[in-house]
C-alpha cells in the first residue's frame, strides 16, 4: 500500500496482536526498543539488525550552500546524520524477491 504511514501505535498494535502481550506492556517493549536504537545512534554507535539494516552515523563537514530563492551562498554548519542502509534480505522483501518470514 503506497502513502501508508506506520506509526509507534501501529507497532504497538503489531507486538499485541502477534505477541499477546498486553497493550500496556506491548506498548512498553516499543518504546524500550525505541529508546535504545535513539540512545545508541545519539552516543554515536551504529545498529545494526539483522535481516533489517544499519542506522549509521556520519559527520558531515561544513560546507558552503545556496539559497535557492536568492542564490546567496550561506555556510551549512558541521553536522552528524544517522542514514538507513538496508539489509540484502529487506532490499530483496521491498522488491518481492523474498516472502514475509524468508531469511536468504
Do not use: H, W
Amino acid at each position: 500500500m503506497a502513502g501508508q504511514t506506520v506509526t509507534r501505535a501501529d507497532l504497538c498494535e503489531a507486538v499485541y496482536q502477534k505477541i499477546g502481550l498486553s497493550r500496556t506492556e506491548s506498548s512498553k517493549l516499543v518504546e524500550a526498543v525505541l529508546d535504545e536504537i535513539c540512545d545508541a545512534v545519539a552516543r554515536g554507535e551504529n545498529v545494526k539488525l539483522s535481516s533489517f539494516g544499519s542506522f549509521v552515523v556520519r559527520d558531515k563537514g561544513e560546507r558552503i550552500g545556496r539559497n535557492p530563492k536568492t542564490g546567496v551562498e550561506v555556510p551549512i554548519e558541521p553536522r552528524r546524520v544517522m542514514v538507513f542502509k538496508p539489509s540484502n534480505v529487506m532490499k530483496a522483501r521491498i522488491n518481492g524477491q523474498l516472502s514475509e518470514g524468508e531469511d536468504e
